[in-house]
């Protein structure tokens, strides 16, 4: 077979030609452009496929189903980490190995804390509980992505980050967020509508772990947690003994159990005060696509129907 050496200038017209039928399809048109990107958890890696699309190359290191506040990193995620570009995380204190994964794999990237510029809540004590969990008082309450305006802030901060690492994709990513902005308006909208109809004096919800507080102050829900903040933390006797005589005084009938929390304190709860668990909510991690919250938006919608079902006293 001879190989026929084309003149610059008819290089650059068959070049053209083949654009133009679509004949060079087969070669990715950004692949140089990829950014190698890595996020902590299920719920953030899910914002960061939203924004970053096709040309982000993401890792998430703690999966679907697991619990971020026990995690231990591997020394295969470790190298991934090394490799990154891009370290998103949620920050305010939640991913408690993160400085030591950061120096044991000697990232070099860009690390990027996307709740900066979020409405902050403090962890504190509530009605009295004394959950002897890891926060003090006056920490930040890391879970505050329950907060739908807060995923606005993460969603851009995201799409900022990306903008930095890869110029050339940053019309893409600023037009995905925005998008997805869009959707998560009409989710906030959503959430107000299903509450409309409860008395604000009837939305009262035990849960396993203090992880909704953003939840309740965005759609004036009261959360009552056994544990706090952190699930890696045992929930007191005497905090768990006040939160029943709490739950048998103020006719609480919303009791859940959390998808990353062992199950056992609550049925306990439930056992005390005659209140049947009304199922699971999703707190700090999606579920595989076969589940009720594989994304972001179906959790929220996934937990909001729960919610309301419950303290209606609805069990169908």
């Not at 650059?12 to 958890?41: D, Q």
């Not at 799409?159 to 308006?185: M, P, T, V």
């Not at 759609?219 to 903040?229: N, T």
Request: charged residues 20%; glycine residues 8%.
């Amino acid at each position: 077979m001879s190989i026929i050496l084309l003149p610059s200038r008819a290089r650059k017209v068959l070049s053209l030609l083949l654009v133009s039928l679509g004949l060079v399809a087969a070669f990715p048109a950004h692949a140089a452009g990829e950014v190698k990107a890595v996020a902590t958890f299920s719920i953030l890696g899910d914002l960061v496929r939203q924004v970053g699309g096709d040309r982000v190359e993401l890792t998430v290191l703690v999966g679907p189903g697991a619990d971020t506040h026990v995690f231990q990193p591997s020394p295969s995620q470790a190298r991934t980490v090394r490799q990154a570009q891009v370290l998103f995380s949620n920050g305010l204190g939640y991913e408690t190995w993160l400085r030591r994964l950061m120096q044991a794999s000697q990232f070099k990237g860009r690390d990027v804390v996307v709740s900066r510029g979020a409405k902050v809540i403090q962890s504190t004590e509530h009605h009295g509980h004394s959950h002897g969990h890891g926060h003090a008082h006056d920490e930040a309450d890391p879970h505050a992505w329950q907060d739908v305006a807060n995923v606005k802030r993460y969603v851009a901060n995201i799409a900022d980050a990306l903008c930095e690492a890869d110029s050339d994709g940053c019309a893409a990513y600023q037009r995905n967020a925005k998008a997805y902005q869009a959707e998560l308006d009409l989710l906030d909208t959503e959430i107000r509508d299903a509450w409309r109809s409860v008395p604000v004096d009837q939305r009262q919800v035990i849960t396993s772990h203090d992880a909704f507080a953003y939840y309740g102050q965005a759609y004036q829900v009261r959360f009552l947690a056994a544990q706090g903040a952190n699930t890696g933390a045992e929930a007191s006797v005497k905090g768990v003994a006040r939160l029943v005589r709490q739950i048998k005084a103020e006719k609480i009938k919303a009791l859940f159990i959390e998808s990353i929390s062992d199950p056992r304190l609550i049925d306990q709860i439930g056992r005390e005060t005659g209140v049947k668990p009304a199922g699971a909510l999703y707190s700090d991690s999606l579920t595989d696509s076969k589940g009720p919250a594989p994304s972001y938006l179906a959790l929220m919608r996934q937990n909001t129907k729960a919610l309301v079902r419950a303290v209606q006293g609805r069990h169908d």
